[in-house]
């Protein structure tokens, strides 16, 4: 079954004190194309974490977050100023006797003071972190694989409708097309009668130019091509690997038949039918953009 391009997958996984929380997003691309997201202290793992994405999506942009997880207690660590907080009570010390002010400045009060305290993120262990990564990274995976298949469900089944309405107007060509030449030889019938006046006129010569006309309007060969489109598609549609490429070209190449079956044809019912086939292709064709 076909794959969409698009969905969304999340993770969350821990190992000795790092847990990191994965999320991947994935929208069309002609390609496999991966961005990811990582705290600075853990750029080192980016190459990693790449690579197992394009491990497990074939086509596709990728948008890859990773974030270290946890309480602010377990990722942060404080740090105190000593050096700031001895000058700012000397200080502080210095302007209340100057004044005559009680001198009750307790650490309570000194650690509200900006600057005294800040917090610095904790130290991470690069070993754990990419353990708990590619665990997360696999969770956000699986769940992204199972919205790409439902989705893809939903496209195949779109696709197959399609492409039997499309057979069913490509029938319909194949049986006017018959009637096209016998239309052309009534009508040159008609039109070499007026012309001659009741002259004499060469049944061989109207036999000839009406076999002249028929090759020019003959469509069999392309409604033939068009029909073995039709059978690789729906195949394609069925098989397991991806194979969205495969399809955009199938699709370029039913336009080429259409296109063709159209420039030969001399009949206003298969030309309407051929600007229908055209409209349903395209339609084929942007959902195609979706698949992996």
Known sequence: MILSMTGFGAGRARAGEEEIAAEIRSVNHKYCEVKARLPSELLA??????????????????????????????????????????????ELKAVGEQLGLAQDLGVAELSQIEGIITFESRGVDLESAKVAIVDAVKQALAALRVMREREGQALAEDLGKRLETLKIMAAKVGMLSPSTIQLYKARLDERVAELSRGLPVEPQR?????????????????????????????????????????????????????????????SAEIAEIVVGMKAEIERVREQVQNVE
């Not at 190459?47 to 497990?56: A, H, I, L, T, Y």
């Open 206 to 266: 109207l036999a000839q130019e009406v076999a002249l006309f028929a090759d020019r309007v003959d469509v069999a060969e392309e409604l033939t091509r068009l029909d073995a489109h039709f059978g690789a598609f729906a195949r394609l549609v069925a098989a397991e690997e991806p194979s969205g490429r495969r399809m955009d070209f199938l699709v370029q190449e039913m336009h080429r038949e259409v296109n063709t079956i159209g420039s030969k044809s001399q």
């Open 45 to 90: 793992l980016e190459s990693d974490v790449v690579r197992q994405v394009k491990e497990g999506v074939r086509r596709g942009a990728l948008d890859l977050t990773l974030k270290r997880a946890g309480t602010s207690r377990s990722l942060y660590v404080p740090k105190i100023d000593v050096p700031l907080a001895r000058e700012l009570v000397k």
